[in-house]
C-alpha cells in the first residue's frame, strides 16, 4: 500500500510540475515609465536553451500589440522552427510582448501624428489623445530596451514586429530612430494615416540626407473587399517600399510579399512564418 500511494504521490508531483512548465511558457513584468507616466505590463519568452549556455546571447523579438494570446503564438512559432523538429530554420530568441495601455486607446501610442483620420474628405475615424508616438519610441529606446538589456542576455539585433497600426508604428521607428532596432516585420501597416504621412516623411527625410537603415520584411493583404480604402493603403504602401528599395545604401536591406488569399484580419499569422523565416534565419547577420 506504501508503494502504491509513494507512486501516486510521484505522479502526483510529475503531473504538478508539467503544469508549472506550462504555465510557464511565458512570464510577466512591469517597467515603471516616467516617459509614459504609468506601469507598463509586458511578457518575456525564454528560448529552449537559454539557461543550457550561460555565455550564449539571444537576439530578441518585441511584439507590438502584444496580448498574452499573440504572445505565446509568436513564441510558440519562434520555438518551433528554431528546433531540430522542425531543421532549425531560425535562430532561437527571447521575445518580448507589450500589450497596449490600460489607460488608453491603443492608437495613442502608434500613431505619429494627432489628426482626424480622413481619406479623400472623407471621415474614417475619430480619436481622442492620440499621436504619442514620438514618447512612446522614446520609452522602448531609454527605459524598457535597458531594462531587458539588463534582466537577460540578449544580443544587439532586435526586431520589431507591428500590425497595421503597429506596422505604422513601426515603419516610423524605422525612419525617425533606425538605432533602436535592427530588424523590423511590418504587416500590412496604415499607410492610409494621415494623408499619406509615412510616405511624405521618408521624401522630408531624404531631403535632409538622413537614411533609413535596418533589415526590413514588409507583407501586404488583399483589401479589395474594402474598396477606395484598401486599394489606397495597398498603393500607399507599395509607394513607400519602392521609394525606400531606391535608396542606394548597404545599410538598408527589403523584402515584401503580398498574400492575395489574406485580408488585413488574417494576414499576421503567415506574415509571422516568412518573417521569421528571412529575419530570424540560421547564420544570418
Known amino acids: 500500500m506504501l508503494k502504491v500511494i509513494s507512486l501516486v504521490l510521484l505522479l502526483a508531483v510529475g503531473f504538478s510540475l508539467h503544469a508549472e512548465e506550462a504555465k510557464a511558457f511565458t512570464h510577466s513584468y512591469l517597467v515603471t515609465s516616467t516617459v509614459m507616466n504609468e506601469n507598463r505590463l509586458y511578457h518575456v519568452y525564454l528560448p ?12 530578441v523579438v518585441y511584439v507590438l500589440d502584444g496580448d498574452i494570446h499573440r504572445t505565446r503564438a509568436i513564441a510558440g512559432m519562434i520555438e518551433g522552427l528554431s528546433t531540430p523538429t522542425l531543421e532549425e530554420q531560425v535562430q532561437q530568441a527571447i521575445v518580448v510582448a507589450i500589450p497596449n495601455s490600460t ?40 527605459e524598457l530596451i535597458p531594462q531587458i538589456d539588463s534582466q537577460f542576455r540578449t544580443s544587439d539585433k532586435r526586431l520589431l514586429v507591428g500590425e497595421s497600426f503597429g506596422g505604422l508604428f513601426a515603419a516610423y521607428a524605422l525612419l525617425n530612430t533606425p538605432d533602436v532596432f535592427t530588424h523590423y516585420l511590418i504587416i500590412d501597416a496604415t499607410y492610409l494615416w494621415d494623408n ?10 531624404q531631403a535632409q540626407g538622413k537614411l533609413p537603415a535596418g533589415n526590413v520584411y ?30 542606394q545604401s548597404d545599410e538598408l536591406r527589403l523584402h515584401k510579399r503580398y498574400f492575395d488569399d489574406e485580408s488585413h484580419g488574417t494576414v499576421a499569422l503567415p506574415s509571422w512564418y516568412y518573417g521569421f523565416k528571412a529575419l530570424l534565419k540560421t547564420h544570418s547577420e
Do not use: H, M
Request: net charge neutral; aromatic share 18%.
Open 218 to 247: 514588409f507583407t501586404f493583404a488583399n483589401n479589395t473587399a474594402f474598396g477606395e480604402i484598401g486599394e489606397t493603403n495597398l498603393a500607399w504602401g507599395y509607394q513607400f517600399f519602392d521609394k525606400l528599395n531606391a535608396i
Open 196 to 205: 499619406n504621412y509615412l510616405n511624405r516623411t521618408l521624401s522630408n527625410k
Open 103 to 142: 489607460n488608453a486607446i491603443r492608437e495613442r501610442d502608434l500613431t505619429p501624428t494627432n489628426v482626424d483620420w480622413e481619406l479623400n474628405g472623407r471621415l474614417l475615424e475619430k480619436f481622442e489623445d492620440i499621436g504619442n508616438a514620438a514618447n512612446y519610441l522614446y520609452f522602448f529606446k531609454s
Open 48 to 59: 529552449p536553451s537559454y539557461y543550457d549556455n550561460k555565455q550564449r546571447r539571444f537576439p
